[in-house]
């Protein structure tokens, strides 16, 4: 079946470079017309040019695309809005949205001037959280939506001087978790892509074997497939790399149940904490309520 977005159009943050510019490309090439935001600016969000944005509108016009630059930064409300405002404005709709801006300032924790905290989480947690906002009303209304989140390995398994980034990456998966319930009655689905490959951002970190596999165009056709009428699941995290795909998933493991009718000592759950952590049962975790129902009912607790 061939993925199309024509009539659709998509904004793409952060596209200036590396996999955001490669999404961009591919949904243009696609049908979308595409917003292409990016400020431009150094790794640890310094600085800023708008050249970086007009080179990859330029390249997908050279192709017989159609793309309209932003140089906004996400890592504020009216930004977010202006980006979203850039759309309506030229094309009166948003179809997709992936949430792919993002800078490092990496330093171990101890060594991290707060400030360093703040505008990493500010661009990659609440940029996509204000850049999500502006759209969510236009997606609601019109009934249909796609959005993308853009996390890590470093915040789903953690990276020795990542604090920053690893909170902010982690926290736009729980805000896909939350907006897929409340996108679902409005066909907006929201979902999150875990990539890697070999840009400006991981130059220095990348093993120079595997480098030139780590293509960002490898990646992108997850990215863009999540922002496209054909995605019709919700709340995934879908990892990319070297042209390998996987989903990663949250489990839980079938554990204990004590009587909630008598106490717990330290020493109990000491005790079982081999058996809580052993993963030979796990199960996805969806519904916490429903889990706890079941176990309750498992002991006679609850009809
Ligand atoms: P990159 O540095 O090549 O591209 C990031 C782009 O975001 C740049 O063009 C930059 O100007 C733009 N940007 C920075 N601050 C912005 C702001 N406030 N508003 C709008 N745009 C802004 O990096 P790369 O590797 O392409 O990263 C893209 C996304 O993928 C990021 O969210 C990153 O954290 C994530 N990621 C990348 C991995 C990799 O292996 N390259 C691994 C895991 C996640």
């Known amino acids: 079946m061939s993925i199309r ?11 200036g470079a590396g996999l955001g510019r490669a ?17 431009g600016g150094s790794v640890d969000g310094r600085g800023g040019s708008g050249a970086v944005a007009d080179k990859v509108v330029a390249e997908i016009r050279a192709k017989g695309g159609e793309a ?53 989480v500010q661009v990659h947690l609440l940029g996509s959280a204000y850049c999500t906002k ?33 909170a902010a990456k982690a926290g ?16 907006i689905m929201v979902n999150v892509l875990s990539p890697a490959a070999y840009t400006r951002m991981t130059e220095n970190l990348m093993n120079p074997a595997v480098a030139p596999y780590m293509k960002p165009e490898l990646v992108s056709p997850a990215a863009v497939w999540l922002a496209s009428e054909a995605c019709t699941v ?21 554990g204990v149940q004590f009587d909630p009718d008598q106490p717990v000592t330290l020493e109990m759950f000491a005790d079982a904490f081999a058996t809580v952590t052993d993963l030979s049962h796990a199960h996805p975790l969806r519904t916490i309520m429903g889990e706890m129902e079941n176990k309750l009912r498992a002991i006679g607790k609850i009809k």
């Open 5 to 15: 977005f024509d009539n659709r159009v998509a904004i793409v943050t952060g596209a």
């Open 23 to 39: 999404h961009a490309l591919l949904l243009a090439e696609r049908g979308a017309k595409v917003v292409v935001n990016d400020p």
């Open 68 to 120: 309209v630059a932003n140089y906004d930064s996400v890592g504020t409300w009216e930004g977010a809005q202006n980006i979203v405002k850039t759309a309506m404005d030229k094309w009166g709709r948003v179809d997709a949205l992936i949430n792919n801006a993002g800078i490092l300032r990496d330093k171990a924790f101890h060594n991290m001037p707060v400030e360093d905290f703040e505008a990493v």
């Open 134 to 166: 502006a759209a969510w009303p236009i997606m609601r209304e019109q009934k249909y939506g796609r959005v993308v989140m853009t996390t890590s390995t470093s915040g789903i398994f953690g990276n020795f001087g990542q604090s920053n980034y690893g």
């Open 172 to 187: 736009v998966c729980g805000l896909a978790n939350c907006l897929r319930f409340e996108g679902a009655k409005y066909n």
């Open 234 to 254: 919700s709340g995934e995290i879908v990892f990319a790399q070297a042209g390998g795909f996987t989903r990663l998933q949250y489990f839980e493991t079938d």
